[in-house]
């Protein structure tokens, strides 16, 4: 239950003296005498409220909005929704940093690309504003702001990062709901990424250096991520079985340095088989590396001079001179994993078992996201339709009249479609 108080404060016998009363009749009598006693009386009322397990308050000068402010915390605690007073003073940047470090969890990367967006991009336009303060036009203004002069992928995610910001206030009970509802976005286009042929990528490997082959094949031919390839340790490598698994990964933090930590989902931690031609390579590739079982912790794959592969080195040093060098470029790491994806589609390899390759926590990504191929089933409708329609009827293949007639007969009722 709120709790109001008449406090006054001032200064006595030159010290600065303050005492709350009760919002009684009796209270506010007592309050008056202890006011006489004092220079520079004032007078505020404190209302004081519990928000999940601690008190805070807030002070109003007039009576009547002290008591209408506890009528409406009362109000909401009824319904469920209990604010704190406090919110009224934080700001949309201070809120940042709080979310921010309400996550302790968080990939290194995450974390630097959900800072870059606070500090480029939503506190530049809504930092300094009180949380309270914030409306779905203050936050459609942002996202007008960024449309006019950002890709609407940028606009996108950080708009994501605003709105995961403010969904954090609201389970803090510092809002009681987020101003980042009814928002209209960019439409983003979706981009179709170039799969390689399987002729392209032996000329990519061919011009890539021997150390780091295996890596080139470890992501198109097992569908790994670049992060789970440099993250990769000799323990998780069985050439006897022919297994591999996925356990840890390499990624980076704000100013760019390796970082290790967990795979990106509980589903991205998984144990695939190895074809043997793969088995084979890796085991020779450990072997000129002079490592073997006994060297379970070393990395698979290393930096010229030791240590984790710098991503932003590789790519600028390693990766991007090979795809220029064969006609490749524009190409991504990421986009052989894509070639993994479609394969397996191609292949028709089942969605389960596609999933559980890739390591997705949601199945419509296997479906959605990486599959560009075209389905065997597909192209063989396209085929029979062309002989259908397009071929001469003279050969036999085409529809005749009757074969049309006998259709028109059998045809389903008109839908409208």
């Not at 201070?94 to 990367?109: H, I, T, V, Y």
């Not at 991009?121 to 960024?146: C, E, F, M, W, Y």
């Not at 449309?147 to 992928?153: D, I, N, Q, T």
């Not at 144990?271 to 590739?285: C, G, M, S, Y």
Request: charged share 25%; glycine share 8%; aromatic share 4%.
């Amino acid at each position: 239950m709120a709790h109001i108080s008449y406090r006054v404060s001032g200064n006595h016998a030159g010290e600065p003296l303050s005492r709350r009363f009760p919002d009684t009749k009796e209270g506010r009598n007592a309050a008056q005498k202890f006011a006489k006693q004092l220079v520079g009386a004032k007078t505020a009322y404190d209302v004081r409220v519990r928000v999940g397990d601690r008190e805070v308050s807030k002070t109003f000068v007039r009576r009547r909005d002290a008591h209408a402010y506890a009528t409406t915390i009362e109000v909401d605690k009824l319904r469920g929704v209990v604010i704190d007073p406090r919110a009224d003073r934080l700001t949309v940047e201070e809120l940042g940093q709080r979310w921010l470090d309400s996550n302790p969890a968080k990939r290194p990367d995450t974390r630097a690309t959900d800072e870059y967006h606070l500090r480029a991009h939503v506190n530049p336009v809504l930092g300094k504003r009180q949380i309270a303060s914030v409306t779905p036009s203050h936050v459609q203004g942002l996202a007008n702001d960024l449309s006019a002069r950002l890709a609407p992928k940028t606009v996108r995610r950080a708009l994501g990062v605003a709105r995961a910001m403010f969904s954090h206030a609201v389970t803090d009970d510092l809002l009681g709901r987020s101003p980042c509802r009814g928002i209209k976005l960019p439409r983003v286009d979706p981009t179709r990424r170039r799969v390689p042929s399987s002729d392209e990528l032996a000329r990519l490997i061919g011009a890539i250096p021997e150390c780091y082959q295996a890596m080139v094949y470890c992501a198109v031919v097992l569908g790994l991520r670049y992060s789970e390839v440099a993250g990769l340790r000799v323990r998780e490598v069985d050439t006897l079985r022919g297994m591999l698994g996925v356990a840890e990964t390499v990624t980076r933090d704000a100013q760019g340095r390796p970082v290790f930590g967990p795979p990106k989902s509980e589903a991205s931690r998984r144990t695939l088989a190895i074809p043997p031609p793969l088995t084979e390579l890796l085991a020779k590739h450990l072997a000129l590396r002079g490592l073997s079982g006994a060297d379970a912790d070393a990395l698979v794959f290393t930096a010229p001079a030791g240590g984790p592969i710098r991503y932003a080195n590789w790519r600028n040093r390693v990766w991007l001179p090979a795809c220029r060098a064969v006609g490749l470029d524009g190409l991504g790491f990421h986009d052989l994993r894509r070639a993994n994806a479609t394969a397996l589609v191609r292949l028709g390899v089942d969605v389960k078992t596609a999933q559980q390759r890739l390591g997705h926590s949601d199945v419509r990504m296997t479906i959605g996201l990486y599959a560009q191929a075209e389905k065997p089933a597909d192209r063989a409708a396209a085929t029979r339709l062309g002989e259908l329609f397009m071929a001469n009827p003279r050969d036999g293949r085409g529809m005749s009249s009757a074969d049309a007639a006998e259709a028109a007969e059998a045809q389903a009722p008109d839908l409208g479609l």
